[in-house]
């Protein structure tokens, strides 16, 4: 099992730029998810940002209040600098500074090899709000069970090393799954040919039309068995990361 964006801890804020250039220059229409579509149909849209680190890497971050984004902690843990990706109303690319960090506490970079429990979530305070385009997502605690489905999106790759192929926003319908049985913090989903990619950490996982999980890990390979995070059980560090930035997120029911 492999986080679905690994990157180099080492800080350079030059590197932040490029990877920025990086991103701009995936023209060709390739999958962001193995599997995946782009266009209409996929959810999610109006809340989507990218999140560069300062060592290379690429994420897929969520908008949930007016200058906050949610993400995959390991998008952040040991990284020097974040910036905030997105294009401006030309099509100009904007990277938005960052003014503050919330990392999960319980967060364990070293989870998967020492077989613990980890919370792979965090939060981005941008220092202007970002444009008014941005939909705040609305946030569900519902707790997907085995033979449901899900919309995983995000702006990864198409496959694995394929960086010229990050930067497109596209989903995918995947099936959840218990292969360790029922989870109160994580789900995992999978469907033939499709699943996450580097870059899609980060990325919403919908309930719907409300976002329940986000994206963390891939097993084996881009495109296999796929990890979130679930909201529901992680509301109150949420909610009181953002009460502390004087923001609050948008929660649907249940």
Not at 25 to 40: D, K, N, Q
Not at 92 to 99: C, D, F, I, K, N
Not at 182 to 198: D, E, K, N
Not at 222 to 230: A, D, E, S, Y
């Amino acid at each position: 099992m492999r986080a679905l964006n690994p990157f180099p801890a080492r800080a350079a804020r030059p590197a932040l730029r490029a990877a920025a250039l990086a991103v701009l220059v995936a023209a060709a229409p390739a999958a962001a998810i193995v599997g995946g579509r782009e266009g209409t149909g996929v959810p999610g849209a109006a809340s989507a940002v990218m999140v560069l680190t300062s060592g290379g890497g690429v994420c897929s971050g969520i908008v949930v209040a007016a200058d906050a984004v949610l993400t995959a902690g390991h998008c952040v843990a040991g990284v020097g600098e974040n910036r905030v990706h997105y294009r401006d109303e030309t099509d100009r690319p904007v990277l938005a500074e960052v003014a503050a960090r919330g990392l999960h506490p319980a967060y364990d970079g070293d989870a998967i090899r020492g077989r613990t429990r980890s919370i792979d979530l965090a939060l981005l305070r941008t220092r202007e709000p970002l444009p008014a385009r941005f939909v705040p997502a609305a946030l569900s605690a519902a707790m997907p069970r085995a033979g449901e489905s899900l919309t995983l999106a995000g702006y990864g790759a198409v496959r694995g090393g394929d960086r010229r192929s990050i930067g497109r926003y596209r989903g995918a319908t995947l099936t959840v799954v218990e292969p360790y049985g029922p989870s109160r913090i994580l789900v995992w989903m999978q469907a033939p040919g499709a699943g996450g990619c580097q870059g899609d950490s980060g990325g919403p996982i919908f309930d719907s039309a409300a976002v329940a999980a986000v994206a963390a890990w891939v097993k084996d390979a881009c495109g296999g068995l796929t990890q979130g995070i679930l909201l529901g059980p992680q509301r109150d560090w949420i909610d009181r990361t953002l009460a502390g930035w004087g923001s609050a997120a948008r929660w649907s029911h249940p």
